[in-house]
């Protein structure tokens, strides 16, 4: 697997293209399944029938075809999921292709070999065609083996159109990401304005059909060359060899600027850039020091380091439970709506999330529960503080700047309890932002929400969090050197949740369910329904402990090289 | 005189390979002891288990007279350390770096972090992400001195460095012995301790191997002394010399290779017997010495 560029490429990305393949495959027979629920249902019919036709048209909908098998298909998968999926494979996979070998150095190496830079290129680029195939190939195998099985009436002509239009839409893209990884050097870069082209490009083809003055702009969009004339039912479109045209014309551009461009070293990157960019160049130069009052301890050098992530998960957890508070005096104000909300949804679905009692749903404390303390909130916040025990202490001590940390007169205990409460802290600061703005709303839309269970459920909240960062603190703590810690807790809190929401639908797991920590913060009513529980106690008994034995640990073991 | 360094069969297990085993190690106040061996030898375990961030199996240690373990904290306020696989904090500019651990170390480093700095010309204001590998061991070797400390443990401390640089470790090494303070210097190239130590322990495979004067490694090592006399002489009554190895004559015996070990003395007193045209002497054969108990073809003493 190391005979060339173009193998070690592959071979480097083998876990990445498995996944995604494997994805492609669940995603295609997902969506076969539900086809054949539907299929022939009069209901369906009546349904697409109620719905504005510039709407369906949005999702490239045809009232005509949608029930017949290649009509569901365009739409369902492959008008946006598979290219959700070509694409992201696509674009990662070309964004890393030469930018993140450059950003890591290793490129100077590659190309220290005699081997010209257009090869290296062009052997990343048949990486890329060889994984996307992959995909684009599986979920036409898929297709053909289940096209008899559920009647999907579809013609291997049709199959074999639209997973090459499939193809070369995710290649465009990815040799699109080619082009700016090539030229910027940049990953991030080459991603991102990836990213925005193609979603750029799906909105222009999409609505076009509602607004006539996207027509013209729409026919440059690769999207449109792909789906026009809807290849699943019509087989190949003259859309094809744009896609592949455009994708040959990209890769070559790609190649000529990657000659002709300095390559980028690990401490100045790309510098001719950032000379265009910039009017005058500047050394990277800060106002230093930044920040010197919170450079006084390890606690609040941590604050520091985290005041980004902190601020972004706190900012959007703000804006999910304002905007859940500012919809409740509509959907109280219509009782169908709140009926809705109680029964639209499947039980057995809501339960999975968390939401074991519906009927909540229609109060104001269980509503915005559901939204911000049920679903999002728990799996923010523990991501949030495995996240930081992962980046302030694991990965410390990995780096070994743990050792340098530590030449400094301070003891282990000093320094990881130090962590330790710059953790707590931070958990603490999004619970108290999330107060804040539930105390505040509750007045402005008079939701009537007991201030008390405000304040506790966010208390509940963070304790959850926390538990599950003290659960990697402490494995941490017994296991340095595997680097586990933050893999074993995010499986286990995954287990955890899913035996809370299991648990309270299978009867024989029911009694499981209570050594949930999900269960813990959860119960059965709604975080804002409820004051103090003994759950909670239970959370902050068990960060206690976690705590306890990693500082205990800590001082009596080896340092990680 | 004090010993700063002091182990007794100091012994670390590391996993399945072994650290270091039985380590006896005496280590002078106000001497620069350079601790020298191939890579994995066991010099970073060794700093490691002195700065207690690794817990010895058996055997103890004391630094600054107090114990590794115990009195770890106050060995490390007195102590300046340089990793040899230095990690820092790329987010922070080294002027921030700087505030940092000088705040850990309840210590006002400001006047001696700018000294530092002017010497090693180093910007301090930018992040430590964009600097060179050069640079970031000027701020590893910044740190290690900011607090002008009794002891300095420095691990491979002129990786990186140019020779413009090296020349300003080596004035800094001397200042800082000169005001009576001391440097444990580990390498695994001679030429990064030849000019700066006092004496050389050798650790190879995880124990120390010898431990002497860098002049006793000198003068074990081969002289060699080229003779050119105006008539050829005969090679006899310098093979009779004492430490005489060999001598090899050239251009008919009108000159003379010796090579000798230890004092070159005897040869010389033996060739002032006969006319000389020109004489030249090189000891270019320390490396080898050193080579010697790196490969293991010298005996633990």
């Not at chain 1, 190391?2 to 994805?23: C, M, P, Q, Y």
């Not at chain 1, 304002?322 to 509509?330: E, M």
């Not at chain 1, 296991?479 to 929401?501: E, I, K, M, Q």
């Not at chain 2, 940092?100 to 992400?129: P, S």
Request: glycine content about 10%.
């Amino acid at each position: 697997m190391l005979g060339s560029v173009f193998t070690k490429a592959l071979k480097d990305r083998r876990l990445s293209i498995a996944g995604w393949t494997a994805g492609a495959v669940v995603l295609t027979q997902f969506v076969v399944a539900v086809y054949s629920t539907i299929a022939n249902s009069a209901e369906m019919l009546d349904f697409i029938d109620q719905i504005p036709e510039d709407m369906l048209s949005l999702f490239g909908v045809d009232p005509a075809t949608f029930l017949t098998g290649a009509g569901y298909l365009q739409v369902q998968l492959y008008s946006l999921m598979s290219p959700i999926l070509i694409i992201g494979l696509g674009i990662t996979a070309a964004a890393s292709a030469t930018a993140a070998e450059e950003q890591s150095g290793t490129m100077d190496m590659q190309l220290s070999m005699p081997i010209n830079r257009t090869n290296v290129l062009l052997q990343k680029t048949a990486m890329v065609l060889v994984s996307l195939t992959a995909v684009a190939l599986a979920i036409a195998v898929t297709l053909i083996a289940t096209n008899p099985i559920f009647e999907l009436k579809l013609s291997i002509e049709g199959i074999a159109a639209a997973n090459i239009g499939l193809l070369g839409l995710g290649m465009v893209f990815a040799a699109t990401a080619l082009v700016i990884g090539a030229y910027t050097g940049t990953t991030s870069t080459a991603l991102g304005l990836t990213l925005l082209l193609s979603v750029l490009g799906w909105f222009v083809n999409a609505f076009s059909a509602i607004f006539g003055w996207l027509e013209i702009p729409s026919r440059f969009s690769p999207f449109s060359w792909y789906l026009g004339g809807n290849p699943l039912l019509n087989g190949g479109t003259s859309g094809l060899v744009w896609l592949g045209l455009t994708t040959a014309a990209l890769v070559g551009i790609a190649a000529f600027l990657f000659n002709r461009r300095d390559l980028s070293t690990e401490t100045n990157l790309v510098p001719q850039i950032r000379s265009r960019w910039r009017s005058t160049e500047k050394k990277r130069a800060v106002t230093s020091p930044r920040a010197v009052w919170l450079l006084r301890s390890i606690a609040e050098k941590s604050l520091w380091d985290r005041r980004r992530s902190v601020f972004g998960w706190a900012g959007g957890l703000a804006a999910l439970l304002l905007a859940t508070f500012a919809a409740w005096p509509a959907l109280s104000s219509d009782p169908d709506a709140l009926a809705g909300l109680v029964d639209a949804v499947p039980r057995e679905l809501l339960a999975l999330t968390g939401i074991s009692d519906p009927e909540y749903l229609a109060s104001a404390a269980g509503f915005v529960s559901s939204r911000t303390y049920q679903s999002i909130g728990p799996v923010v916040v523990i991501v949030f503080a495995i996240g930081a025990v992962s980046s302030l202490i694991v990965k410390e001590e990995r780096r070994g700047v743990l050792d340098l940390v530590l030449s400094n007169p301070l003891s282990r205990r000093t320094a990881l309890v130090g962590k330790a409460v710059a953790i707590a802290l931070l958990t603490a600061v999004i619970a108290g932002v999330l107060s804040l703005v539930g105390l505040v709303s509750n007045i402005i839309w008079s939701t009537d929400i007991e201030v008390v269970n405000i304040l506790t459920a966010n208390v509940g909240l963070a304790l959850l969090g926390l538990f599950f960062g003290g659960l990697a603190l402490g494995l941490w703590s017994l296991f340095p050197s595997s680097g586990s810690a933050v893999g074993v807790t995010t499986g286990v809190a995954l287990a955890g949740y899913l035996l809370n929401g299991v648990g309270s639908l299978v009867d024989g797991l029911s009694p499981f369910r209570k050594l949930s920590p999900f269960y813990w913060y959860l119960g059965d009513v709604p975080p804002l329904a409820h004051g103090l529980s003994v759950g909670y106690l239970l959370l902050g008994a068990g960060v206690l402990l976690f705590s306890v034995l990693a500082i205990w640990r800590f001082d009596s073991r080896d340092l990680a090289v | 005189m004090t010993t700063v360094i002091e182990t007794h069969a100091l012994t670390k297990y590391y996993g399945e390979s072994l650290g270091i085993i039985d380590l006896d190690l005496a280590v002078e106040q106000g001497e620069v002891f350079g601790f020298l061996g191939p890579n994995g030898a066991g010099k970073s375990t060794t700093i490691r288990t002195l700065l207690n961030f690794l817990h010895p199996t058996r055997g103890s240690g004391t630094v600054l007279g107090l114990d590794i373990a115990s009195g770890s904290l106050a060995i490390k306020r007195r102590t300046g350390y340089l990793p040899g696989d230095l990690a820092l904090y790329d987010q922070m500019t080294a002027r921030e770096l700087f505030i940092y651990f000088a705040n850990l170390r309840k210590q006002n480093t400001t006047a001696m972090v700018k000294t530092l700095a002017d010497r090693f010309d180093l910007d301090l204001d930018r992040k430590i992400k964009d600097y060179s590998t050069g640079n970031r061991q000027k701020v590893g070797l910044v740190n290690a001195f900011m607090h002008e400390p009794e002891l300095l443990i420095l691990d491979e401390p002129t990786g990186g460095l140019d020779p413009l640089m090296q020349l300003q470790f080596q004035y800094l090494v001397e200042e800082t012995k000169a005001q009576g303070r001391t440097i444990f210097l580990s390498s695994h190239i001679l030429s990064e301790i030849d000019r700066v130590a006092d004496r050389v322990g050798i650790v190879r495979d995880g124990r120390l191997v010898a431990v002497d004067t860098l002049d006793a490694f000198k003068s074990a090592a081969h002289s060699v002394v080229s003779l050119r006399f105006a008539s050829p002489v005969s090679p006899e009554p310098f093979l009779a010399c004492e430490g005489v190895v060999s001598v090899a004559a050239r251009d008919a015996e009108s000159m003379l290779v010796v090579t000798v070990t230890g004092s070159i003395d005897p040869v010389i007193k033996t060739a002032a017997r006969y006319e000389v045209v020109s004489i030249s002497t090189g000891s270019g054969e320390l490396e080898e010495v050193f080579l010697s108990y790196y490969s293991g073809d010298v005996d633990a003493r």
